[in-house]
Each structure stands twice: as C-alpha cells, then as structure tokens.
C-alpha cells in the first residue's frame, strides 16, 4: 500500500495554517513527539493536533482553528487571512508551554566575568537547559551568541545571548539562500556609542560577530519577504530565490563544550510559498513526506516523497522543481539537521 499525504480542508481562508501544518507535520520527529506528548494531554493545542494528525479532517480541523483563536487572546481569528510564520511562533511557544518539563530552581551560579566567552556561554547554556526543557526546545531551539567588538581595537566590549526559534534573513543581493545565511552570520558594524575600556577610544559603532553555540535540530527560516515603509505600509518584497537542498552551517559555530568542530550540514524538509500581494494572497506547502519510500507510479512518474499541497488538493512533485528553480514565493523553510557521521 503506497501511503500519500492527505490534503486539509480550508475552512475559511485557513491556507496559512494548512500549509504550515503540512510542513510541521512532515517532520517525522516532530510528528513522533506530537502523538506522544499528545496522548497524555487532555485538553491541549498539543492534543488538537495529535486527533489532526490521526483525521486530518474537517472536524478536526476545525477545532484546532478554535484552541489557537482562543489562546492567542485574538491574535488570529475566524475567517481572516493570517501570516504563518506568525502563526509559527505562537504555536511553537504554546506547544513549548504545554509540554515543559518542570525543573528546580536553576542556582548554578554566573560567572563574575562577564566577558569571558567561554565561562558565560557555558553558564548560559546550562541554563537554558535546566529551566527550558521540552520537545520543542530540543527539536527547534537554537542558542545564539554575538560578541561586540571596539571598531578601532577589536577589543571585546560586551557578550549577548539568545535562544531562538527561527532566524530571519533579510532579502537581495543574491538570489543564494547560502549566500543570505553568510551574511546574516557575517561580521558586521552597528551603531553603538560607547567609550572602549580598552583604548579608551569614544566610537560611534561597534562590530558584531553572531553564531550558534547550540544548533537546532529544526532550521527554520523566515524570509523577510513583508516590510513596512516610512509611511507605515507594509510592502512585499518579492525578490526571488533559490532554495538548495543542503545548507552549510558548519563556520558558523562557537564551540563551548570542547569537543572540537563538527560540520553541521542540513536538508531541507519543507517550504511554505505566499503568493500575492499584501492586501490578499495564498499560501501552499511543498514537502517530503514522512511516510513515503521513493518508488515508480503506474504512470511512470517517480515518486521521491515530495509533494504539494494546496489546501485540500494534493499532488506529487520532484525534488528538482523544488530546488533547481528561482521563485520569488518560499516564505518558510524547515530543514533538518544531517546527522554527524
């Protein structure tokens, strides 16, 4: 029996949330986690998803729309086109709060030079990992370090960290994803008045070098696509790109744990395309299923579980119409992170 994705009924311009669904639930450990944690919650999002997973019908469907109307206190609502990768976040972080993994107080004390990277980085990381455990923080979290350097000295002024979900990537220039991944990795100057304790020098910016100190097992790119101008209207950048079925993440890594460089290459799972303008569009998902081996239909058309779904309708695409062409509609992109061999 050749199992194929099922489409999702849109029940009122619920495109954005089909398609992100589609992509999230492609992901097999992602999927996995989700039938589990969801068996043991009773009314939950994480469980509205998990009877989803399990139809994926109207019904169900439907309910899940309802939980995520009622718990974002009317960020989204019935009937109205939303953007996904808001909904992204919001269902990321409720699902993170369902299903946390309640620690005791973390009391590992922090380091009292604040900048030695290595010491504050560790601390840092530490805890993260006591007082923000759950599946959705191992499977999409990433922790973030940037190192702000003196312009004229290089001397190191300050250490930030973040834990983030999903990285934003600012648009033209190239029509590379790996070329606007390096540049948002890239070393670069902001302004940042301050008088450097090291060569007491009075400078107007500062340079800042970002990279992960912890990488996610879930890549998950938004591409800047929506933007607003002076007047406050928002724009659609419809820049187009290429989006490669690999990316390099390897340079772009501070290793705090001393066991030495490792690559960190990842494939991609799925996109969310947004056509259209601002003032109305559609969205769809293009994804490899989960649930598929690669095999040759009675028409001859192999299947190498990528497919397309546009709401309801679902139909089988290639990896090359996916990856070997330039559009200006990938919005978001889920990869998943190759396992060091």
């Excluded at 009122?12 to 992100?20: A, E, I, K």
């Excluded at 530490?126 to 455990?133: D, G, L, V």
Aim: glycine letters at 4%.
């Amino acid at each position: 029996m050749k199992l194929r994705p099922q489409g999702l009924e849109n029940i009122g311009n619920t495109c954005y949330m089909n398609s992100l669904l589609q992509c999230l639930l492609s992901i097999a450990s992602f999927q996995t986690e989700i039938l589990s944690y969801g068996q043991k919650k009773k009314k939950s999002l994480t469980r509205s998803i998990r009877n989803l997973v399990h139809t994926k019908g109207r019904a169900e469907l439907s309910q899940l729309r309802n939980d995520i109307i009622k718990l974002s206190d009317g960020q989204f609502k019935h009937n109205k086109q939303e953007d996904s990768h808001e909904l992204f976040r919001f269902l990321i972080e409720q699902l993170h709060s369902e299903n946390r993994n309640a620690h005791e107080k973390f009391s590992y004390p922090q380091p009292k030079n604040m900048l030695d990277f290595q010491d504050q980085a560790s601390w840092w990381y530490e805890r993260e990992k006591n007082r923000n455990s759950s599946f959705i923080f191992d499977l999409f979290r990433s922790i973030q370090a940037e190192i702000i350097c003196c312009s004229s000295c290089n001397f190191r002024v300050k250490i930030k960290f973040q834990s983030m979900f999903d990285i934003n990537l600012a648009l033209g220039g190239s029509d590379s994803l790996q070329v606007l991944v390096n540049n948002y990795f890239s070393a670069g100057l902001e302004e940042n008045s301050i008088v450097c304790q090291n060569c007491n020098a009075e400078i107007e910016s500062t340079i800042r070098i970002p990279k992960f100190i912890v990488f996610p097992q879930i890549l998950t790119i938004q591409l800047n696509r929506f933007k607003s101008d002076q007047r406050g209207r928002v724009q659609k950048d419809n820049s187009p790109i290429k989006v490669p079925l690999f990316l390099d993440l390897t340079s772009f890594q501070y290793n705090i744990l001393g066991k030495g460089q490792r690559e960190f290459i990842y494939r991609l799972k799925g996109i969310v395309h947004h056509s259209g303008s601002t003032g109305g569009g559609h969205y769809i998902a293009q994804f490899i299923s989960c649930l598929l081996i690669p095999y040759r239909d009675i028409h001859n058309e192999v299947d190498d579980g990528w497919y397309c779904c546009n709401d309801s309708s679902v139909r089988l695409t290639c990896q090359s119409s996916v990856t070997e062409n330039r559009s200006s509609s990938p919005y978001l992109l889920f990869y998943e992170q190759v396992p060091d061999s």
